[in-house]
């Protein structure tokens, strides 16, 4: 159980072009989902927090009008990288965490696989 | 603020060799202490959530201890196939729910 689905694997773009990747919960309602971006050899560092039905709360330093979020179900939730230049290429990652009083709810993250972005 | 630190950075052993991964961590309250592996180009995968001073958690030649001040990942026997980097992440009490990685550990079990 606890499996986190995320599409695509990997996408490369034009500059200027807007990317959405897909972060759903398979198995569980996911009422908060994270969405982390990860440099090589760097710590996963958080973008921003959705909750579903609610505005996502964003990380200082990051641009909300660049990374959309939108959590419109309890099993999805969609980052749109916008207008994507060179410096957006990164490896991004979202997470979930079980709605509470429902597996699994012990606050421990489940992972999607992950997005490669790679912006020509 | 929470800080994750984790050592070593890289870690080669021999296969069967057994050995320790660190993760010192600052946080004014814990709630959740997590332990994931993460293959190359992969999501991180969940092994261990340890919540108090004491508990100890295994997984196959997983185990996983926590202190008030630190955390361990003691690998026993490793084969070729754990060699991933390891993450540690806390999770503070408190109504945020701000998970905060380590660097990570990447370990290479070599036959």
């Known amino acids: 159980g606890a499996v986190v689905s995320q599409h695509p694997s990997w996408v490369i773009c034009k500059s200027g072009t807007s990317v959405k990747i897909e972060c759903r919960s398979l198995d569980f309602q996911a009422t908060t989902m994270f969405w982390y971006r990860q440099f090589p050899k760097q710590s996963l560092m958080l973008m921003a927090t959705?909750?579903?039905?609610?505005?996502?709360?964003?990380e200082q330093g990051v641009e909300k009008d660049k990374f959309l979020i939108n959590h419109a179900s309890l099993t999805l939730s969609t980052l749109t990288v916008t207008s994507a230049h060179p410096e957006d290429s990164s490896f991004y990652i979202c997470?979930?965490?079980?709605?509470?009083?429902?597996?699994?709810?012990?606050?421990?993250?489940?992972f999607g696989e992950g997005s490669r972005l790679t912006v020509l | 603020e929470d800080q994750v630190t984790q050592s070593p950075e890289a870690l080669r052993l021999q296969e069967g060799e057994s050995s320790s991964l660190n993760c010192s961590y600052t946080v004014s309250g814990l709630r959740g202490l997590f332990w994931y592996r993460q293959d190359p180009g992969k999501g991180p995968e969940f092994l261990f959530t340890?919540?108090?001073a004491g508990e100890e958690k295994e997984k196959e030649r997983l185990k996983a201890t926590l202190t008030k001040k630190e955390s361990f990942l003691h690998i026993t026997a490793p084969k070729p196939e754990d060699s991933a980097t390891y993450l540690c992440a806390v999770q503070a009490t408190g109504g945020y729910q701000k998970v905060t990685f380590g660097i990570g550990t990447k370990l290479q079990v070599i036959p």
């Open positions: 997470s979930a965490r079980g709605h509470k009083g429902t597996p699994p709810n012990t606050g421990e993250l489940f």
């Open positions: 959705s909750n579903e039905g609610s505005k996502a709360t964003y």
């Open positions: 340890l919540y108090s």
